[in-house]
């Protein structure tokens, strides 16, 4: 059970570039999110997806897409990189139905834009 | 959106208990506070979370108030390791919207 699983740790783009950061759970969990965290703020949420075929916007969703097509997975594409997008971001993912189950965090990838 | 507040900064002595505050004033009945901790640029790692009794595990004890619009975590024996970022959060909708956190200062 490797948990949640994102690749990869760093990465370099220049503005304009496309590229999709991959997370992966092997937990069966319904929910997955995407976060960013800019320096000395909090988590911000990006997209989220409560099941495959299904996802909606969080705070700050302009400049990424996303799509969730198997339980597993759930990349996030940048789709022309801009300097403003340079942090770091997590993916997160939890069971979904009732109230007392938390969120397991993958470590993140800090993605630099130039 | 479910928002706690939680003060920016704290200091605790080496050694003794460190007791975060969070406020939570529109949860929900059937909401859980959880509480996580982040070390720099790594991802969040849980806690302890509960819903109105209060709740003690391995790292730390939770307090929810009676009213459920406050809770502390507790560190009972706070050490240099615990120098890091706390979030007090309430999943609402399927999201955690996170504030800034409280960042301790564990005193030699």
């Known amino acids: 059970n490797a948990g949640v699983t994102q690749t990869p740790k760093f990465q370099v783009l220049k503005t304009g570039q496309s590229m999709t950061l991959q997370c992966a759970q092997d937990?069966?969990?319904?929910?997955m999110s995407w976060y960013r965290q800019d320096p000395g703020m909090g988590l911000r949420l990006i997209h989220y997806?409560?099941?495959?075929?299904?996802?909606d916007q969080g705070e700050v969703p302009n400049g990424y897409n996303v799509s969730r097509s198997t339980t597993e997975d759930f990349p996030l594409r940048l789709l022309s990189a801009a300097p403003s997008q340079t942090s770091v971001y997590f993916c997160?993912?939890?069971?979904?139905?009732?109230?007392?189950?938390?969120?397991?965090f993958g470590s993140g990838t800090r993605l630099t834009v130039v | 959106d479910a928002k706690t507040t939680q003060p920016p900064s704290m200091d605790c002595a080496e050694g003794r208990a460190a007791n975060l505050p969070c406020n939570h004033s529109?949860?929900?009945?059937?909401?859980?506070v959880y509480w996580y901790r982040q070390i720099h640029s790594q991802g969040p790692q849980y806690i302890i979370h509960?819903?109105?009794n209060n709740e003690t595990n391995e790292m730390a004890s939770l307090i929810i108030t009676e009213d459920r619009k406050s809770s502390t975590l507790i560190l009972p024996h706070a050490t240099l390791r615990d120098t890091v970022v706390y979030y007090c959060?309430?999943?609402?909708?399927?999201?955690?919207?996170f504030g800034k956190g409280t960042r301790l200062h564990i005193l030699p």
């Open positions: 997160a993912s939890r069971v979904r139905q009732g109230g007392d189950y938390g969120y397991t």
């Open positions: 937990m069966n969990h319904e929910y």
């Open positions: 997806s409560v099941g495959a075929g299904i996802t």
């Open positions: 529109t949860i929900s009945g059937n909401e859980y």
């Open positions: 509960g819903l109105k």
């Open positions: 959060i309430v999943i609402r909708d399927d999201k955690i919207i």
